[in-house]
């Protein structure tokens, strides 16, 4: 157990359909990313928080979301979802921005049917 | 490295040999490196990291190394074993960042 925490482990939802991908980071670390890996890829970096306030954005599509609450948990929205968004999400956490390294959840899968 | 959507290259070595995995980055600024190892269907893990101002690290049983001069970094796993067998992403960091590579997926033969 990294420390990290994403709920739901699996997403099954068809598309045009919303769902939401809950994180909880590792306790004292204050900083929550998220990442895409779809099938044989890299991370793809969506969004970065530190504090509740969003530091950095990457490739996040506008149909994507996402906020982190004041105990720190943090939220990724998908919204009208497409087959292509089928994917694993993954939630990482450190102390603070570009502390050394990160530690990642186990991620969620999503399928889009 | 940055991940750019390629598929992952892949590395089959046989079981007590040993594996090199190589990697990429671009940015000259990268400060910090981390070698990752995602298993199937699990969040990657930190293995090893070394700063800029190393060129040489030793873990047990990995080795990174760094070359500066061609920006290239690379893990060396002595005597593989089957549960080595995963993907395994280096990370550099330029100022707050972290940037991921591609990955390669290693494979063991028993």
């Known amino acids: 157990d990294s420390g990290v925490t994403q709920t739901p482990k699996h997403l099954i939802t068809a598309t045009g359909q919303r769902v939401t991908l809950r994180c909880s980071p590792r306790?004292?670390?204050?900083?929550v990313y998220w990442y895409q890996q779809s099938l044989d890829q890299g991370l793809q970096f969506l969004i970065q928080y530190y504090n509740g306030e969003e530091r950095a954005k990457g490739n996040i599509l506008e149909r994507f979301s996402a906020q982190q609450f004041p105990d720190l948990h943090s939220e990724l929205n998908l919204s009208s979802l497409e087959l292509g968004d089928s994917a694993l999400y993954f939630c990482?956490?450190?102390?603070?921005?570009?502390?050394?390294?990160?530690?990642f959840g186990s991620g969620t899968r999503l399928t889009v049917v | 490295g940055e991940s750019v959507g390629l598929h992952l290259p892949t590395l089959s070595v046989q079981e007590g040999d040993n594996s090199i995995i190589n990697c990429a980055y671009s940015?000259?600024?990268?400060?910090?490196f981390i070698w990752y190892k995602q298993e199937s269907g699990k969040g990657p893990q930190f293995i090893i990291d070394i700063r800029s101002n190393m060129d040489k690290r030793q873990g047990q049983r990995v080795t990174v190394l760094l070359n500066k001069t061609v920006k290239h970094l690379s893990l060396q796993i002595a005597a593989t074993q089957p549960g080595d067998s995963a993907v395994y992403f280096c990370?550099?960091?330029?100022?707050?960042?972290?940037?991921f590579g591609t990955g390669t997926s290693l494979t063991v033969i028993p």
């Open positions: 990370a550099d960091r330029t100022g707050n960042q972290f940037y």
């Open positions: 990482a956490s450190s102390v603070e921005p570009g502390h050394y390294g990160y530690t």
């Open positions: 306790s004292g670390d204050l900083s």
């Open positions: 940015n000259s600024a990268s400060d910090y």
